[in-house]
């Protein structure tokens, strides 16, 4: 646990942002037919929920109002959420570490160095297949740490597989 | 714990001091154990077979009750078999599936000695090996039953093949030639008992109804009794004529015994739990020792142990108590208290263990950067938020006709949340310091946790719509120990990013966006 880092001055309380480098969002869109491909989920969502609503309407003879409203809601969240979650997804990998973006409302960035990535994982789901898109998913030592990004054009995807498993297999270690 | 065919030895281990080549069997003696084991999970079975046997007068189908039992644990005696080979140790189960455990010995993060009351008598252990992967089928590599002598050696052996493994030329590895007992494992020898860090002392048994432990020890036996009262139709035989009406004097009185025995089973919870808790070193693993009744020694390679989070719930710290929490790769995390180094004690003592085991006492006395005002606003807005719409209700509900005292929970509920608000806004603090990050958060269950930036395997930035408004992130270091992650709760933006680089160098920096 000794660590070679000689012991710094104490920490002082940090000033905020004047001129300090900002984290930057990573270089790559997924693919624009992600887009299409989330639209299609939010629509489906969108539509259950409309009619689960129309029954609570119809049976308990709840003000058509409320069915109004809510139904404006749920079209807001299936115009702008797809949207909003294919302007924050993006990847970047370099020959040292992966950084990837995800979210929407909560935007999570996350970066692993490329001597630290255990396995990398591909997988076409049942609807992402319908739309040419992957999703590729690497994973660390550690339980919280795996990175996934959705939504990408599967030939790239594939490459970017067959990148990071050539890199993290040229680093020495185990990993942890 | 791969369940794969055994792989090549890898070429490390080649000088290692394991040598239990050969298949064997468990130790003999748990041919005692096992049916006394099975015996206990069927006992509901045989509790209910005792009964249908009574009320039928027959007594075969009793003695196929105790029958089944004792065959299981007979079979599952004669079906366990486990070698130390070629690097490797593994584990072979089962007749009808047989399933091989099987982990390199390099692999070794942590050893396991665990002793049930039974065995205990018998002289057995159980040695489990953790490595750090991540378990699911929550099987871990278990040897159930060794002598106790010879599970202490292998435990030995394991730790330091798997240290010479890590670190070629370690100081502490294999020194034959030290006296000592020569043991079953081989050539390497006993050491001289070293003085441990830190034991027990029964003063710490104040602490006992502070802690989350004792609490749910003493509810569980209450809950448990009662269920048993309830097994026997006392509740139904109980006439109400024969209660007393209820006095004030009466609940007074029922409430302060309830109470005392609350504590009462809280005190003897944590002291069955930590009884004969002893923290030492030993070639350069950290042991703890703890259990008055099932024993469990847990060992923990030092180069293993990420960090270690020093943990002040707001009740232990009213009561003067901190304890300490090991973040170390290999642990089962659903095991309760595996991770445990120190348990509740005085104020001192789990500070002055985490310097030593820290080899610094730099990230344990440091003193931490605040989170700035913004990160203080969301502290405040949300422990108010949702505790404003509860005392609206309430006021609502007086106001509409309710009883007037409805006001007085309204009001409690906002002090109450002021008082957590402000207490977090006092916890929240981040540092970097001497090569370990520092983050520490929460009231109810604040813990300060002091991660080895070496042991850090990637960052994470989480922050929603609202935080990013305030300028603020989330920052997690993950790392293979522990939960897997330590995060740094609603830092400035900026000082997220400027920790991350100086970290890990070159990590974050290719990222950056120079303005």
Do not use: C
């Amino acid at each position: 646990m000794a660590s070679p880092v000689p012991p710094p001055a104490l920490p002082t309380v940090p000033e905020p942002g004047r001129g300090t480098p900002a984290l930057r969002d990573p270089a790559h869109r997924v693919s624009p037919r992600a887009r299409v491909m989330w639209l299609l989920g939010a629509t489906v969502e969108g539509l259950f929920l409309l009619a689960v609503l129309l029954v609570v309407v119809l049976v308990w003879g709840v003000s058509a109002w409320w069915l109004a409203l809510l139904a404006a809601v749920v079209l807001a969240w299936v115009a702008v959420v797809p949207q909003w979650r294919y302007a924050v997804h993006r990847w970047e990998a370099t020959e040292t570490a992966v950084y990837t973006q995800t979210g929407w409302w909560a935007r999570e960035r996350r970066i692993a160095p490329m001597s630290r990535v255990q396995t990398v994982d591909y997988a076409e789901g049942p609807v992402a297949r319908l739309f040419g898109l992957a999703s590729v998913t690497v994973t660390t030592a550690s339980a919280a740490g795996a990175l996934s990004i959705d939504g990408l054009d599967k030939h790239v995807a594939r490459r970017l597989v067959d990148d990071l498993t050539r890199q993290a297999d040229a680093v020495e270690g185990d990993a942890t | 714990m791969s369940d794969v065919p055994p792989a090549p030895p890898s070429p490390a281990t080649h000088e290692t001091q394991v040598h239990e080549v050969e298949w064997q069997r468990l130790d003999p003696r748990m041919l005692l154990v096992h049916p006394i084991r099975e015996v206990v999970r069927f006992l509901p079975v045989l509790i209910g077979l005792a009964v249908a046997g009574t009320a039928s007068g027959g007594a075969p189908w009793q003695l196929l009750g105790v029958a089944v039992p004792v065959a299981l644990g007979i079979g599952r005696y004669l079906t366990t078999r486990f070698r130390v080979a070629d690097g490797r140790v593994e584990l072979r189960r089962g007749l009808l599936s047989r399933r091989v455990s099987s982990t390199p010995i390099d692999r070794v993060r942590t050893v396991d000695l665990t002793s049930s009351l039974v065995q205990r008598v018998l002289g057995l252990t159980t040695l489990r090996i953790g490595t750090g992967q991540q378990q699911s089928d929550g099987e871990g590599l278990d040897l159930d039953g060794l002598p106790h002598d010879r599970a202490r050696a292998l435990r030995g052996d394991l730790l330091r093949a798997s240290a010479v493994a890590d670190a070629p030329g370690h100081p502490e590895g294999p020194a034959p030639g030290v006296p000592g007992v020569p043991t079953a494992g081989g050539p390497w020898t006993a050491p001289p008992p070293v003085p441990p860090l830190v034991t027990f002392d029964p003063a710490w048994l104040r602490f006992a109804p502070f802690t989350g432990t004792g609490l749910v020890v003493a509810l569980a036996v209450l809950g448990g009794g009662a269920q048993l009262l309830d097994a026997f139709d006392v509740w139904q035989r109980l006439d109400r004529d024969d209660v007393p009406a209820a006095s004030t004097v009466g609940l007074v009185v029922g409430g302060v015994v309830v109470l005392l025995v609350v504590l009462a089973l809280s005190v003897v919870g944590f002291l069955v739990a930590n009884g004969g808790f002893r923290l030492s070193r030993e070639h350069g693993s950290w042991h703890v020792a703890r259990g008055l009744l099932t024993t469990r020694e847990t060992s923990i390679d030092e180069e293993r142990l990420a960090g270690v989070a020093l943990g002040e719930p707001l009740a232990l710290r009213v009561a003067g108590g901190r304890h300490l929490q090991a973040i170390v790769t290999g642990i089962d995390r659903n095991q309760m208290g595996a991770a445990t180094l120190v348990p509740p004690s005085p104020a001192d003592v789990a500070p002055r263990v985490a310097a030593r085991l820290l080899g610094d006492p730099a990230p344990v006395e440091a003193p931490l950067v605040g989170h700035g005002r913004r990160a203080a606003t969301r502290r405040w807005v949300r422990a108010l938020v949702p505790a404003a719409v509860v005392a609206a209700v309430l006021v609502a509900v007086a106001a509409a006709g309710g009883p007037w005292w409805l006001l007085v929970p309204a009001a409690l509920v906002l002090l109450a949340a002021a008082a957590l608000a402000a207490d977090r806004v006092r916890g929240l603090g981040h540092a970097l310091v001497a090569g370990h990050l520092v983050a520490r958060s929460g009231s109810l269950n604040r813990s300060r946790q002091m991660l080895d930036v070496g042991h850090v395997i990637g960052f994470t930035l989480r922050s929603t719509w609202f935080q990013r408004r305030a300028g603020l992130t989330t920052l997690v270091a993950t790392t293979a120990g522990g939960s897997g992650a330590v995060g740094v709760l609603d830092v400035p933006t900026e000082e997220a990013v400027r920790v991350a680089d100086e970290a890990i160098p070159g990590l974050v920096s290719q990222f950056l966006a120079h303005p």
